[in-house]
Structures are given as structure tokens and as C-alpha cells.
């Protein structure tokens, strides 16, 4: 089993509040992700890095933001959630060599009311 | 456009039975392809991954296939059992990024009943 933690794995909150989830990996991965998953559809990338103070856009735009200053934690922040923030967030990490597989956690499932 | 395309969207099996999940695949340029099972609630877990020159590729009762000429990949369950129920997802990387961008399928919804 992979050592890449997610905390919440639930979290039901109100339109407007600012959310932080968060993902630790204890694999000393340069490379982490994250990725926005509703059900029946494929992942989407939202952003990744790799490496400390390194962080990029992904594929899908999303008002959320990321921050990477050690190598072990990356959280993702919503300022201020919507439902249309409602969704499954995972988080991934990897290895240097192009070639190594990502090691999900078991995301957060996040509902906004 | 690069795509992955998988079918069936959903399988029903009865277990002990084996079942054949597909994946087709329009990315270029390809460097590997892999399967992962994602259980319900839970992140995915690769399976296996096949580079351009493997064409199987076995863990356990799964295996893998990989035909690049036609950019078909298929995983094979044999003697399914009730914890083979999950989402099979198939992935693919291109080499055209130093990232290894993924290209992730919708996945196949597997359910093995007793």
C-alpha cells in the first residue's frame, strides 16, 4: 500500500466557506497531483508540482489553489466554496523517472450546500 | 485529440467466471499504458503497466495486453472473485512532456456477484 494520506474523506460544508484539504505522502516523491473525479467520469488533472515551491495548473480549470514549501505535504485551498466546488479530490504522488506509477490516496469526498 | 475509450462502461459476472475489459486509445506519442482498479471510496492501485514493446503482461489472475499497432489494450480477469468488484481504469502517458501527461479512461464498473 501506498503512503499517501487524505484528510477529510467527507466533508459537507456551506456555500462560501474557505476549505483546505489536505495530502501527505511519506514516500520523499518529488511529484504530486491533484485531481478532480466525479462519479462515472475520468480524472481530471487540477494541479501538480514537482517539487518544493513548484506548482502548475492542470488540464481542468479550477478556482482552487495549491502550495507546495515541503516536499511531503500539498494542500489544495478553496477561498470560497460552491456547489459547483462539489466533487471527489485525489491526490497522487510519484517518483522521479517518467515511468513510475502514481500512488493515489483515497481522497475527499466534498459536498458544498 | 488524445483519448481513452473504454468498454464496457459496466460488466456483470458471476464469480468464479473470467471477464475481458477493453481500452482503446488514440495518444501519441505513446509511452506506456497501465491498469489501474480503483475500489469504491478508495484512490485507484496500478495494476500493471506495458511499455511499447510488451504485448502481456501478468499479476496474478490478471493480465494485461497490449497491441500498439492498432492502440488496443485489453485486461483479462480469470476465476473472478467478489473482491475483483471495482472501476477498472486504463491510462495512458505520452513521452511528449517531461510531466509523462496521463490520459485517464472513464473506466469499466466490474460488479462479480456470488
Known amino acids: 500500500e501506498a503512503d499517501i494520506y487524505q484528510t477529510p474523506r467527507y466533508l459537507v460544508i456551506g456555500t462560501g466557506k474557505k476549505i483546505t484539504l489536505e495530502c501527505s505522502q511519506t514516500m520523499g516523491h518529488d511529484k504530486m497531483y491533484w485531481y478532480q473525479q466525479d462519479p462515472g467520469m475520468e480524472l481530471h488533472l487540477i494541479h501538480y508540482s514537482y517539487g518544493v515551491n513548484s506548482t502548475e495548473k492542470g488540464d481542468l480549470s479550477s478556482e482552487s489553489t495549491v502550495s507546495r514549501i515541503r516536499t511531503e505535504h500539498f494542500p489544495l485551498t478553496l477561498e470560497s466554496a460552491r456547489p459547483s466546488h462539489t466533487s471527489q479530490y485525489l491526490c497522487a504522488s510519484s517518483g522521479a523517472a517518467i515511468n513510475q506509477p502514481q500512488h493515489f490516496g483515497d481522497g475527499t469526498r466534498l459536498s458544498i450546500l | ?114
Open chain 2, 1 to 114: 485529440k488524445n483519448q481513452v475509450e473504454q468498454s464496457p462502461q459496466s460488466l456483470i459476472i458471476l464469480e468464479g467466471k473470467n471477464c475481458t475489459l477493453q481500452c482503446n486509445y488514440t495518444v501519441s506519442p505513446f509511452s506506456n499504458l497501465r491498469w489501474y482498479k480503483q475500489d469504491t471510496g478508495r484512490g485507484p492501485v496500478s495494476l500493471t503497466i506495458m511499455t511499447f514493446s510488451e504485448n502481456t503482461k501478468s499479476n496474478g489472475r490478471y493480465t494485461a495486453t497490449l497491441d500498439a499497432d492498432t492502440k488496443q489494450s485489453s485486461l483479462h480477469i480469470t476465476a473472478s472473485q467478489l473482491s475483483d468488484s471495482a472501476s477498472y481504469i486504463c491510462v495512458v502517458s505520452d513521452r511528449g512532456s517531461t510531466l509523462g501527461r496521463l490520459y485517464f479512461g472513464r473506466g469499466t464498473q466490474l460488479t462479480v456477484w456470488p
